[in-house]
């Protein structure tokens, strides 16, 4: 499964005491997120789903049928970067992009991964393009806090892993 959520980017201390928020025995959405916006400065409830979400993508909590549980695993000690793009809805096509040998611009990030857009979420948003534009430039924001690519300036590159 693939998560479509990405939120604003943030550091990994930010991911560590999001997910240190979690409790280890399941809570409901509405209590984590309370908690997420308790322990860190997460603006709002709403910010702070996204959050839990993500957390969930990147393999730090999960879900089970009684809530989200946090999974004992730390921040550094989990492969972010490989769960990152394995598990986020448009992270592995907008690094193959970077990986092509180029470095791109968000907007031009933007336009490589235009057509890996589903057809439901084109029809989804009165303006897809500016909320895709928008994802595209967070998800390499997040490809570099998870050392896969790099910024420079306004461009971003891919950093090989090997």
């Known amino acids: 499964?693939?998560?479509?959520?990405?939120?604003?980017?943030r550091d990994r201390a930010f991911l560590a005491a999001a997910q240190r928020a979690v409790p280890l025995?399941?809570?409901?959405?509405e209590d984590c997120c309370l908690r997420i916006v308790d322990d860190t400065d997460a603006p709002s409830r709403d910010a702070a789903r996204e959050y839990l979400t993500f957390l969930q993508a990147l393999e730090l909590v999960d879900e089970t049928d009684r809530g989200f549980e946090r999974r004992r695993v730390s921040v550094e000690e989990a492969d972010l970067a490989d769960a990152f793009e394995r598990r986020v809805f448009g992270a592995r096509e907008s690094l193959d992009a970077l990986r092509e040998g180029e470095s791109l611009t968000a907007e031009e990030a933007f336009e490589r991964l235009r057509e890996h857009v589903p057809r439901w979420e084109r029809d989804r948003h009165t303006d897809w393009e500016a909320e895709w534009r928008e994802r595209t430039e967070r998800l390499l924001e997040w490809?570099?806090?998870?050392?896969?690519?790099?910024?420079?300036?306004?461009r971003y590159r891919a950093v090989d892993r090997t």
């Open 1 to 9: 499964m693939r998560y479509k959520i990405v939120p604003p980017a």
């Open 25 to 29: 025995v399941p809570g409901t959405v």
């Open 143 to 154: 490809s570099a806090t998870f050392d896969l690519a790099v910024r420079e300036g306004d």
